[in-house]
């Protein structure tokens, strides 16, 4: 079945720390989106890719980075230089004037 | 950029009518879809709407006005299952490419 994954679903992080979510999607979709959403509020653009090997900035991209080598994968890596991490990471997909598909979510923790 | 706003919580009655509104400012309009969010969960997909007037699906209807910067999402013969967030997303033209933008999202609590 096409879909969008995301894993790992609940992550632990040290202070100091980067780690990387991954994100992949069989749907054939050219662009691919990270957010964060914190509690009780709405999803924040962190980066976005509309073709391969390129990729864009959202509204928070700082702390962040993103790689694009290939159509299907998208990972984010959440850096030390990221403040306050701790939040649920939703990727998504989707044609260029498509709705968006949705990953079930990375949900990070920073002990 | 733009600015979106929805209210933050509603509360409706099991078997009720509820609307949500959205309003939003934007510089290059391109499309609004609503989604649903459970608690946890990621969002899906309810609705999509680029040009005026009403789309229906089922329990559930958005209406489109661009010329007033505004949405709403009508949901009919509330369940109890219905009790989510709902969130307006406005896609608009940012240095070439469309991007959807979210609002905060409204919680509907339905109650018996």
């Known amino acids: 079945d096409g879909g969008i994954t995301q894993s790992p679903k609940y992550l632990f992080r040290k202070e100091g720390q980067n780690v990387t979510l991954s994100c992949e999607q069989n749907?054939?979709?050219?662009?691919m989106y990270w957010y964060r959403q914190d509690p009780g509020q709405g999803l924040r653009l962190i980066y976005y890719?509309?073709?391969?090997?390129?990729?864009q900035k959202g509204d928070i991209a700082e702390g962040y980075s993103v790689s694009r080598e290939k159509k299907e994968s998208f990972p984010l890596t959440v850096t030390s230089a990221q403040k306050n991490p701790t939040a649920f990471y939703l990727c998504?997909?989707?044609?260029?004037?498509?709705?968006?598909?949705f990953g079930e979510g990375s949900r990070l923790t920073v002990l | 950029g733009q600015n979106i706003d929805q209210p933050t919580e509603m509360t409706a009655t099991e078997g009720a009518i509820v609307q949500i509104n959205c309003t939003y400012q934007?510089?290059?309009?391109?499309?609004l879809f609503w989604y649903q969010q459970h608690a946890g969960e990621a969002p899906t997909f309810l609705s999509y709407?680029?040009?005026?007037g009403l789309e229906e699906k089922g329990r559930f209807s958005s209406f489109l006005s661009r010329s007033k910067g505004y949405s709403y999402l009508l949901l009919k013969e509330l369940q109890m299952k219905d009790s989510a967030s709902y969130l307006c997303?406005?896609?608009?033209?940012?240095?070439?490419?469309?991007?959807?933008?979210f609002g905060r999202g409204t919680s509907l609590i339905v109650h018996p």
């Open positions: 998504a997909s989707s044609w260029n004037t498509g709705e968006l598909f």
């Open positions: 749907l054939n979709h050219d662009a």
């Open positions: 890719s509309q073709i391969v090997n390129d990729f």
């Open positions: 934007t510089s290059g309009f391109n499309g």
């Open positions: 709407n680029v040009l005026d």
């Open positions: 997303a406005v896609r608009d033209q940012v240095r070439g490419s469309y991007i959807p933008t």
